[in-house]
């Protein structure tokens, strides 16, 4: 059995958790990036430029963030309201 894995088989998702009030929270994201001639618009490093965690990284917080902005809205306007808010 071949315990060893290959780190360029990747299926384009990939998971990152952010620690948020005490809990774990999963944000998956895909692979694509944006790129201008073929280079990584954000987060490119100038000595290694096929390396894209960073933008990967920028990618889930973006996701992430607008996610938790959405739900503090939700919550807020519910609080103003004092009613649920139907859509």
Same mark, same amino acid.
Request: hydrophobic letters at 45%; zero cysteines; charged letters at 25%.
């Given at each position: 059995m071949n315990d060893v894995v290959d780190v360029f088989d990747v299926t384009g998702i990939f998971r #990152?958790?952010? %620690?948020? #009030? !005490? $809990? %774990?929270?999963?944000?998956?994201? @895909? @692979? $694509?990036?944006?790129? =201008?001639? !073929?280079?990584?618009?954000y987060g490119q490093n100038l000595s290694q430029p096929n390396e894209f965690w960073v933008p990967? =990284?920028?990618?889930? &917080?973006?996701? &992430?963030?607008?996610f938790t902005t959405y739900l503090l809205i939700f919550l807020f306007l519910i609080r103003l309201t004092f009613s649920p808010i139907t859509f």
């Open positions: #990152f958790n952010f %620690w948020h #009030f !005490g $809990r %774990w929270k999963e944000v998956l994201v @895909d @692979d $694509r990036l944006p790129t =201008v001639n !073929g280079q990584l618009i990967l =990284v920028e990618k889930a &917080y973006a996701k &992430y963030a607008s």
